[in-house]
């Protein structure tokens, strides 16, 4: 945080994160500071509790990188819909090739992008109660982009910090979020298609399915399933539920 305040005394600060400066607005109803004050403070806040990861950071400083873009209602606020989804194309822009020749690897810009995408996640009813459903379904999309949920929480963590109108939120508390999520994964280890217990030659074998898109699906549906408890990733389960499937459709058939 030092070091980017030193940046913006010396007037480079844009220079090198050119796409940030469309951050120097107006935080809306909901803040107490801009949006770049915001962002800055978010690696300010991860500082503060001893975290290095320097790539988080930078993912702290872009999350919000969406609210480029605002809308004004009629009493003069300035609202920012589905920012989360929005700004993609300035991550890549600056990431990829930012002043002075240091490049971030592919990887590395995906997991920025990635983490601006998911830092809104609802997790339950405005986040009074964890659900346990969410949470897994979170778990899926990090392991997909190879986050770890730690990561993701500490940059929740510190955007609700970083809130001037929250300034009252601690770390000893906060965290307390992160040990109900953990409980919520206790024993699951179904977060990926490629994590049940049957594949897809299964899925051709008992249903008499050919090699396609309906066999995705059909995997796609029976890893919800486990996602929701409706049934157990286990072998033979699954292909009980497989034959009740088939068992269901020729009897439609007739």
């Known amino acids: 945080y030092e070091f980017l305040q030193a940046l913006l005394k010396y007037g480079i600060f844009y220079d090198i994160f050119p796409s940030l400066s469309l951050l120097i607005k107006d935080g809306g109803p909901y803040h ?28 702290g400083l872009y999350h919000d990188i969406g609210k480029h873009t605002h809308e004004v209602d009629e009493k003069g606020q300035v609202h ?4 989360d989804k929005l700004g993609t194309e300035y991550i890549i ?5 930012l002043h002075g020749g240091l490049t971030m ?15 809104m996640y609802c997790l339950g009813d405005k986040e009074t109660k964890v659900s346990k459903k969410a949470v897994r379904r979170l778990v899926s999309r990090l392991k997909e982009a190879n986050i770890s949920l ?5 940059l ?5 910090k970083s809130n001037l109108r929250h300034a009252d ?15 919520c994964l206790k024993d699951f280890k179904t977060f990926s298609i490629k994590d049940l217990t049957v594949d897809g030659h299964d899925v051709m074998r008992e249903l008499g399915l050919s090699q396609g898109k309906e066999v995705g699906m059909v995997l796609k549906d ?17 292909i009980d539920y497989l034959r009740r499937a088939r068992e269901i459709n020729e009897q439609d058939g007739k």
């Not at 920012?80 to 920012?83: A, E, V």
């Not at 690897?105 to 830092?119: F, G, M, P, Q, T």
């Not at 929740?156 to 609700?160: P, Q």
């Not at 486990?226 to 990733?233: F, L």
Request: charged share 25%; net charge negative; hydrophobic share 45%.
């Open 169 to 183: 939120v601690t770390w000893a508390n906060y965290r307390k979020k992160y040990g109900q999520m953990l409980a």
């Open 222 to 238: 029976m890893f919800e399933m486990v996602q929701n408890e409706q049934i157990e990733n286990n072998r033979d389960a699954l």
């Open 93 to 97: 822009r600056d990431l990829h090739a």
């Open 105 to 119: 690897s592919v990887d590395e810009v995906n997991y920025v992008i990635a983490l601006k995408n998911l830092h």
């Open 32 to 59: 107490a500071e801009t949006v770049i004050e915001h962002a800055l403070l978010t690696v300010k806040n991860l500082d503060e509790i001893g975290n290095d990861n320097w790539l988080l950071k930078i993912a």
């Open 80 to 83: 920012f819909p589905m920012h």
């Open 156 to 160: 929740r963590y510190v955007d609700k």
């Open 150 to 154: 730690k990561d993701w929480f500490l």
